[in-house]
């Protein structure tokens, strides 16, 4: 191509400020950005986490006090995680489907501070709730039943829409739950209710600081690797997108975020659907290691990575810089 332009220099157009902002393709936005924030029981608490640095679990009216401050810094969506204290979690995961779980009373807390403002995200897998910290139902084996789980995992969404969340989003990785979960939906009279299916999720390292976050790093035994993706493959979460989008899910999600970049474009050139990403708590922990190491300016790596994103296709990203990031943008 260039070669039929002799003349031309691409660094003619980077000279300048205004020029590179002229030029710019990619440009993110506070409304690109989903805040995941973490629940936990008692009134006025905030537990900052240890292998979080800067992020905190907060109380339902922490929580309604984070959706207000989101709504004015142009967030559109929250997404909540529990943390349900020890004496609620057995091996069956009941806690999910309390209609007063942790979960169910932070829903209602943002709904009624900010009503409709805000979009609400829950997560739909069982290991805030188990005593054994895996996503699903075990055998005497400890392997996790898929369909068995699946059926827990329809009572858990529609306690969630029935509490008003707004996406439902499957975490889990059981084969044909999004299928189930949408027809639940259907029945039950929450057809607006949205699905955003984790399609491609990996059994990944980067999820440690999450685990420490909802209290399950310290029950898990063994690994996730029976039901989460192998980082080897590409493939194989092309297959996974084709099937939660047949069986009705809204939109996807990729999962690392960074290291995945290359899954997050797959996934939207193949299927041109709303694509997010996560970028998880072991990349906002390695961010956050490489300022305190002064190897790294926050502002300007929480950004690049958040455009990096979008350069790759995604729709949005659920980041725990989220708050930062926007302040950042509307600056
Ligand atoms: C639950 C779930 C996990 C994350 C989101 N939902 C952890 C896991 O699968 O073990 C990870 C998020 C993060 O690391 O920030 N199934």
Same mark, same amino acid.
């Given at each position: 191509?260039?070669?039929?332009?002799?003349?031309?220099?691409?660094?003619?157009?980077?000279?300048?400020?205004?020029?590179?902002?002229?030029?710019?393709? /990619?440009?993110?936005?506070?409304?690109?950005? *989903?805040?995941?924030?973490?629940?936990?029981?008692?009134?006025?608490?905030?537990?900052?986490?240890?292998?979080?640095?800067?992020?905190?679990?907060?109380?339902?009216? $922490?929580?309604?006090?984070?959706?207000?401050?989101? &709504?004015?810094?142009?967030?559109?969506?929250?997404?909540?995680?529990?943390?349900?204290?020890?004496?609620?979690?057995?091996?069956? $995961?009941?806690?999910? +489907?309390?209609?007063?779980?942790?979960?169910? %009373?932070? &829903?209602?807390?943002?709904?009624?501070?900010? $009503?409709?403002?805000? $979009?609400?995200?829950?997560?739909?897998?069982?290991?805030?709730?188990?005593?054994?910290?895996?996503?699903?139902?075990?055998?005497?084996?400890? !392997? /996790? +039943?898929?369909?068995?789980?699946?059926?827990?995992?329809?009572?858990?969404?529609?306690?969630?829409? =029935?509490?008003?969340?707004?996406?439902?989003?499957?975490?889990?990785?059981?084969?044909?739950?999004?299928?189930?979960?949408?027809?639940?939906?259907?029945?039950?009279?929450?057809?607006?209710?949205?699905?955003?299916?984790?399609?491609?999720?990996?059994?990944?390292?980067?999820?440690?600081?999450?685990?420490?976050?909802? #209290?399950?790093?310290?029950?898990?035994?063994?690994?996730?690797?029976?039901?989460?993706?192998?980082?080897?493959?590409?493939?194989?979460?092309?297959?996974? /997108?084709?099937? @939660?989008?047949?069986?009705?899910?809204?939109?996807?999600?990729?999962?690392? #975020?960074?290291?995945?970049? @290359?899954?997050?474009?797959? /996934?939207?050139? %193949?299927?041109?659907?709303?694509?997010?990403?996560?970028?998880?708590?072991?990349? !906002? =922990?390695? *961010?956050?290691?490489?300022? =305190?190491?002064? =190897?790294?300016?926050?502002?300007? *790596?929480?950004?690049?990575?958040?455009?990096?994103?979008?350069?790759?296709?995604?729709?949005? &990203?659920?980041?725990?810089?989220?708050?930062?990031?926007?302040?950042?943008?509307?600056?």
């Amino acid at each position: 191509m260039t070669a039929a332009y002799p003349a031309l220099r691409l660094r003619r157009t980077r000279s300048t400020a205004w020029s590179r902002a002229l030029h710019r393709e /990619v440009v993110v936005s506070p409304a690109d950005l *989903i805040w995941p924030l973490f629940v936990t029981e008692g009134d006025g608490v905030e537990e900052p986490i240890g292998s979080l640095p800067g992020v905190s679990r907060w109380c339902v009216k $922490g929580i309604a006090a984070r959706a207000k401050e989101a &709504v004015a810094l142009g967030i559109p969506c929250l997404a909540l995680f529990p943390n349900t204290p020890p004496d609620r979690r057995d091996p069956h $995961g009941r806690e999910a +489907l309390n209609p007063d779980n942790l979960m169910c %009373r932070a &829903v209602r807390a943002i709904r009624d501070a900010v $009503g409709a403002d805000i $979009g609400i995200l829950t997560d739909v897998a069982l290991d805030p709730y188990t005593s054994h910290g895996q996503d699903g139902l075990i055998d005497d084996a400890g !392997y /996790v +039943l898929n369909d068995a789980t699946a059926e827990v995992l329809v009572g858990q969404s529609l306690n969630q829409a =029935a509490a008003g969340a707004d996406i439902i989003a499957p975490s889990d990785m059981m084969d044909g739950r999004v299928g189930l979960i949408r027809a639940a939906l259907e029945g039950q009279g929450y057809q607006n209710v949205q699905i955003m299916s984790y399609a491609a999720k990996y059994a990944s390292a980067f999820y440690g600081p999450f685990r420490d976050a909802v #209290g399950s790093r310290g029950l898990l035994k063994g690994d996730k690797k029976t039901y989460q993706m192998d980082p080897g493959n590409a493939e194989e979460a092309l297959r996974e /997108v084709g099937l @939660d989008l047949a069986e009705g899910a809204d939109s996807v999600m990729v999962k690392p #975020g960074l290291p995945y970049l @290359d899954i997050v474009m797959r /996934v939207k050139q %193949r299927f041109d659907v709303p694509v997010f990403a996560y970028q998880l708590s072991g990349e !906002y =922990a390695m *961010i956050e290691a490489a300022v =305190a190491a002064g =190897a790294a300016d926050r502002d300007a *790596i929480v950004l690049e990575s958040l455009t990096a994103f979008k350069r790759a296709g995604w729709s949005g &990203v659920l980041t725990y810089h989220a708050a930062h990031a926007a302040r950042l943008l509307r600056s």
